[in-house]
């Protein structure tokens, strides 16, 4: 029994995949199972029930689960501290998000945590999906994700940031450029951009409209909320997205308008860790930098 078996089979209880984990880890599927295989030799038990749709644990699995996941988060942490000391304060802070989180939402804290520790390096790994955050913690040494907030999910601890309102996305333009808000009727009969596939926004805004019985037709899907955003102004459909900080709501004096949707749930987004106790000093001062940049924006009218 290997670090690496349990870092592996963590994250495949987390993802309910052997084929996720083989994918986000760049390995073959055979090799993740091979991990598996060897806990359930060594242990004598069977760790994981194969479905039609991936693998769930079993009694015996969820008892390895919950001790290794608390087990590696705990010595991750004391690791990384070692080396802190090692290195006389220097270190690394290592954070997974999704391609443009790092401009909407840590700019700002990038630089005044850089400011204030010099020789601490900041690394970034991207994810497509909460999800894929998640698995990336679990397997990897990673410090934080940023995420859509979701629901709970075992071994990871989540801290809400801040609370996306809704909006409209559409060319200047557009009739519905001038309204001041937009009711949740009124989104069936859009020509709808869809959020990323599998990602957590997409999720939390179809259960959202699915709930007020509203279906909105799509043939246009994008990577990210950026991209929406520029097939919007290109005229090319209307976006449903969260307002990011620095966005003026309602609309902006260029090509693109956007128009609240008041009464679609707010998105509420902010960071995923292992552990917050087993945080290096200088994780939790770029977690706690990067909530205090985006509350201040939040605060400020198109901030």
């Known amino acids: 029994m290997t670090l690496d078996d349990l870092r592996v089979f963590v994250a495949v209880c987390g993802a309910d995949s052997l084929s996720a984990v083989a994918r986000d880890l760049g390995r073959t599927q055979s090799a993740v199972s091979q991990h598996v295989r060897r806990l359930e030799k060594q242990t004598g038990a069977v760790l994981l029930e194969r479905h039609a749709r991936g693998v769930v644990p079993t009694e015996a699995g969820r008892i390895l689960w919950a001790a290794a996941a608390d087990g590696i988060a705990g010595l991750d942490g004391a690791l990384r501290r070692l080396d802190d000391l090692v ?18 939402f840590m700019a700002e804290a990038v630089v005044t945590f850089r400011r204030g520790h010099p020789r601490v390096s900041l690394e970034f790994q991207t994810e497509n999906s909460s999800r894929s955050c998640f698995n990336a913690l679990a397997a990897d040494d990673l410090d934080l994700a940023w995420i859509t907030i979701g629901a709970p999910v075992r ?23 001038a309204r001041p808000r937009i009711e949740l009727a009124e989104l069936a009969a859009v020509h709808h951009i869809r959020l990323p596939e599998n990602s957590a ?10 709930e007020s019985g509203i279906r909105i037709a ?86």
């Open 201 to 210: 926004s997409r999720a939390h805004l179809d259960a959202a409209l699915a």
């Open 87 to 104: 290195r006389g304060g220097a270190g690394s802070v290592r954070v997974t998000t999704g391609a443009t989180t790092v401009r909407h």
């Open 218 to 303: 799509s043939d246009t899907s994008v990577a990210d909320w950026d991209t929406a955003l520029l097939l919007a102004e290109l005229g090319l459909g209307h976006a449903v997205v969260p307002a990011l900080p620095g966005w003026q709501v309602p609309g902006t004096d260029g090509p693109l308008r956007l128009v609240p949707v008041p009464a679609l749930p707010p998105l509420a987004v902010g960071w995923a860790v292992r552990r917050w106790t087993a945080l290096s000093p200088p994780a939790r001062v770029f977690a706690d930098e990067v909530a205090r940049s985006c509350r201040a924006r939040a605060a400020v009218p198109g901030g």
């Open 155 to 177: 071994g990871i601890e989540q801290r809400p940031v801040m609370h996306l309102p809704w909006v409209l996305a559409v060319r200047a333009d557009d009739p519905l450029a």
